[in-house]
């Protein structure tokens, strides 16, 4: 490729180096085609140009970014074809190596193995999600105080930080308490329209009974486009909880208070056990509280560079843990995290 501008040289020998090491296709596609990627900043400072280069730097600058895209493709294909080399799908619970011959000269316990009941919901989720139109950000175990609390609208000394129950390191980094640490990172590495959920382990300095835990797991959603009302929201929420549950529900808010959203509100459904008759697990109150959500501050929008007089949008966040023992009547959190072979069991697929 007859690359002749010297800082588009330098970019297409930096990729040429990338390729080397067939790396993840989301990756190349993170740092060259994102917000700030590489090739966005370079198409991006064309207007700099002298008026006669800007065609023939553009020229430049579209070759390089369709040799990417066919290199990621390919890399893709040949991603897809390696899975699907195999004879027979590929079983991640057997309990020994399925490319061994002699099975029967391994010394093993027979027994097949499963999916933890967490990681068979998340992936059910995710994939209700992915119907939905959104793609999946993963969280962080550690972060800092500005994406923890600053970056959503908590500045120092706002009392509603002492409701987190938050842990510190010595280093001063924060085990998150909620995946909202997630959300600044999202909506400033994205340009609207955004649709992602970010699932995550979150860890509280709180006592442990049948109804909390230490460690716990959470799945975050935003979403900001042009127009987004509140309507979109409840809607949204429906469209996945009765997919979850499968079976179909209804919903109201209430008011609540979270800095980051406003207006705040809890989500309600609901029981899907009574169809609202009253049930134990309901506390015979034919409605069950299922997550927090509300649409995104205005300051939280402005902290990511959004502006929210052109674009709005809303966040919500459930606890993973909560719905999967609500789906399956567990009734203490505990035995989710306990290692228990006997009650882990009960959900092979």
């Known amino acids: 490729m007859d690359i002749k501008d010297p800082k588009l040289k330098k970019l297409y020998t930096e990729l040429g180096s990338d390729l080397t090491n067939e790396p993840d296709p989301t990756e190349l596609k993170e740092k060259y085609l994102s917000k700030n990627g590489a090739l966005t900043n370079a198409l991006r400072s064309i207007s700099e140009l ?14 390089i970014k369709a040799y990417l895209e066919e290199r990621m493709e390919q890399l893709r294909t040949a991603g897809s074809k390696m899975i699907s080399s195999h004879d027979s799908p590929l079983d991640v619970t057997a309990p020994f190596d399925i490319n061994v011959e ?5 010394n093993v316990r027979y027994g097949v193995g499963s999916k933890h009941p967490l990681t068979q919901e998340l992936e059910n989720i995710i994939q209700i999600y992915y119907q939905m139109g959104f793609e999946v950000v993963e969280s962080r175990q550690l972060d800092n105080d500005y994406n923890m609390f600053e970056a959503l609208n908590f500045p120092p000394g706002h009392p509603a930080r002492d409701n987190w129950d938050t842990f510190w390191t010595e280093e001063g980094l924060i085990p998150p308490a909620h995946t909202s640490t997630m959300q ?4 400033r590495s994205k340009t609207p329209p955004i649709r992602a959920v970010i699932p995550g382990r979150c860890f509280r300095n709180e006592a442990t009974d049948a109804s909390h835990e230490h460690t716990l797991h959470q799945v975050e959603g935003v979403y900001v486009d042009k127009g987004i009302s509140l309507g979109d929201m409840i809607g949204t929420i429906k469209t996945y909880l009765e997919a979850f549950f499968e079976t179909e529900l209804d ?4 008011p609540a208070f979270f800095p980051f959203t406003e207006p705040d509100l809890e989500y309600l459904i ?10 134990n697990v309901c506390g015979r109150s034919g409605w069950m509280e299922i997550m927090g959500c509300g649409m995104i501050h205005p300051n939280v929008l402005k902290e990511a560079g959004i502006d929210p007089n052109e674009y709005s949008g809303f966040a919500w966040g459930f606890g993973l843990d909560r719905l999967v023992m609500l789906k399956y009547g567990i009734q203490d959190i505990r035995w989710l995290h306990s290692g228990d072979l006997n009650f882990l ?3 092979r697929g």
């Open 102 to 106: 002699d099975k029967k000269s391994i």
């Open 270 to 279: 609901s029981c899907p056990f009574c169809n609202k008759t009253g049930c």
């Open 251 to 254: 919903v109201k808010v209430q």
């Open 50 to 63: 002298d008026p006669k280069d800007r065609a023939e730097y553009g020229k430049q600058v579209n070759l």
């Open 345 to 347: 069991s009960q959900f």
């Open 184 to 187: 600044n990172r999202v909506l």
